[in-house]
């Protein structure tokens, strides 16, 4: 279950994601493959993956970007994966964190933030994580300093990061690009996938529409298998509550990630 899903449903992407109705909706999935079409030769039938598709929801789904599910991941976990690891990956790499930086990952508990977060610390980065006060403990246990939303973001940041914030990525849509370009002094460092307001600051805005994911989904599972990296599943509903599921995710507080089963 994806935050985006929710803005699909509602009918806000119809300029870059237009639907006609009745139509399915979901874009992550996990499961076993039932067959593969021409020109496919890195899995067959039988094996055990996860990736992204179209209309996700549902029993079979056809996938567009695939990776192996690693061993020692469940298929609840692994269905999690695809998006959070495509989008954190590529905001990183739009925002030019490398080793030896301080990124601050604003929305960092949810599904992407969670991914950006362990990515940047897999590359050397210090991590300074906003999410709300349930939410601190968590992001220390994935590798982050943790801070919390509000007025006063700007001092709270700057007490924690005295030599200043060479990166910031906006996953959550709070309306701080404003807050973010200030600390970090360059609106060129500053991405956003949720804040559409964000170039009137300069900063920019990262979609990843039509982009192939294959790249980012096995970096992430390799991590994933080797323990470097973890997204936790919040909840679980099976498909006839897909309804439930996007109203959960819909209230902004999610930590990790929320699934829908099949029967």
């Known amino acids: 279950m994806n935050g985006l899903e929710c803005k699909i449903r509602q009918g806000l992407l119809q300029d870059v994601r237009p639907m006609r109705l009745p139509a399915g909706i979901g874009g992550d999935a996990a499961g076993i493959v039932d067959e593969v079409g021409d020109g496919v030769t890195d ?3 039988g094996d055990a993956v996860f990736g992204s598709g179209q209309e996700t929801y549902a029993e079979h789904a056809v996938l567009t970007s695939w990776a192996p599910k690693p061993s020692t991941v469940s298929f609840e976990e692994a269905a999690g994966f695809a998006t959070p690891f495509e989008t954190a990956l590529r905001v990183l790499d739009d925002a030019g964190v ?3 930086h301080t990124v601050l990952v604003n929305g960092a508990s949810g599904g992407v933030g969670s991914a950006a977060l362990q990515f940047a610390v897999d590359r050397g980065a210090t991590v300074i994580g906003i999410a709300s006060p349930s939410n601190q403990d968590y992001l220390v246990s994935l590798g982050a300093v943790p801070t919390i939303y509000g007025p006063g973001l700007v ?3 700057r007490a924690l990061a005295p030599n200043g914030i060479d990166a910031a990525v906006d ?3 709070s309306g701080v690009i404003a807050e973010l370009v200030e600390l970090t002094g360059n609106p060129a460092r500053v991405v956003s996938i949720a804040d ?3 170039t009137e600051h300069g900063a920019r805005v990262s979609t990843g529409f039509g ?4 790249h980012a989904l096995r970096e992430g599972a390799c991590l994933a298998a080797a323990g470097r ?3 936790p599943v919040t909840q679980t509903f099976p498909l006839a509550q897909a309804g439930a599921a996007q109203a959960a995710s819909a209230t902004g507080h999610v930590r990790g990630r929320i699934i829908v089963t099949m029967p």
């Open 171 to 173: 996953v959550a849509g």
């Open 155 to 157: 001092d709270r940041v």
């Open 229 to 231: 990296l973890t997204l």
């Open 196 to 198: 559409f307001s964000a």
């Open 98 to 100: 490398r080793g030896g």
């Open 43 to 45: 899995v067959q039938a």
């Open 211 to 214: 982009r192939d994911k294959t």
